[in-house]
């Protein structure tokens, strides 16, 4: 496609059940990024792949947070056992170099919302 | 770590007049600054960047900001305010290596008034 692609656009979750969010970056980008949004809040890093290979994951706010990219493509961010706190928009990032500096561009996110 | 501060959450101003988003960064190596704008529903597209060279950068929609390394700050601004520029914008900084994450202010809102 043209652009970073999210899927679902929104989720509701029950409190405790486990979700999970795709990305489809942008063909033949080697970075992809996951950023979670709070609301009135920047976006803040959770994590990042160059390829499959998941170089930073500092963000991840804690172990029931997990992302994949296993053939350097798409990426998963699962969530497990989801709580209210979780309630967020959780955006894909994707960069065709590995330089800072280089443009990112964004996904419209999946706005997750937890009951 | 790096850091971007944004004071103040909202900005209106008038269709046609001057816009001025204020940015102050923290870094303590030289900083890659950046400003995204984000439309309703929409994802983050950016505006304009800066990486090295010229303090002075032009963006897209008529937006520039200049980068002041004694100030800290990178602010961004456009002469002459339009209907369609009212959304969030958001300033980032990164700093050089592979990993490219950015850290994000937390946005201030514009409107522009008729």
């Known amino acids: 496609g043209a652009g970073v692609s999210q899927s679902p656009r929104y989720k509701v979750a029950k409190r405790g059940q486990d979700v999970a969010l795709r990305c489809d970056p942008i063909?033949?980008?080697?970075?992809l990024f996951w950023y979670q949004q709070a609301l009135g809040q920047g976006p803040e890093f959770l994590t990042y792949?160059?390829?499959?290979?998941?170089?930073?994951k500092s963000g991840l706010p804690s172990d029931r947070f997990f992302a994949e990219r296993p053939e350097g493509s798409v990426s998963t961010l699962k969530i497990q056992r989801t709580q209210q706190e979780d309630s967020a928009v959780y955006l894909c990032a994707s960069s065709l170099g590995l330089g800072s500096g280089t443009e990112a561009f964004f996904g419209q996110g999946t706005r997750l919302t937890v009951v | 770590a790096q850091s971007v501060t944004q004071l103040g959450s909202h900005v209106s101003v008038s269709e046609g007049a001057l816009v001025l988003l204020r940015c102050n960064y923290s870094s303590s190596v030289p900083p890659y600054l950046f400003w995204y704008v984000q439309y309703p529903n929409q994802g983050l597209q950016l505006l304009l960047k800066?990486?090295?060279?010229?303090?002075l950068v032009k963006g897209i929609n008529g937006f520039e900001a200049e980068f002041k390394k004694s100030e800290t700050s990178f602010h961004l601004t456009k002469p002459s305010a339009h209907m369609s520029d009212a959304a969030e914008y958001f300033c980032?900084?990164?700093?050089?290596?592979?990993?490219?994450?950015?850290?994000f202010g937390k946005g201030i809102t514009l409107s522009v008034r008729p």
């Open positions: 800066y990486t090295t060279g010229a303090t």
């Open positions: 792949f160059q390829n499959e290979a998941q170089l930073d």
């Open positions: 063909s033949g980008h080697v970075s």
């Open positions: 980032a900084v990164s700093v050089y290596g592979a990993n490219s994450k950015l850290t």
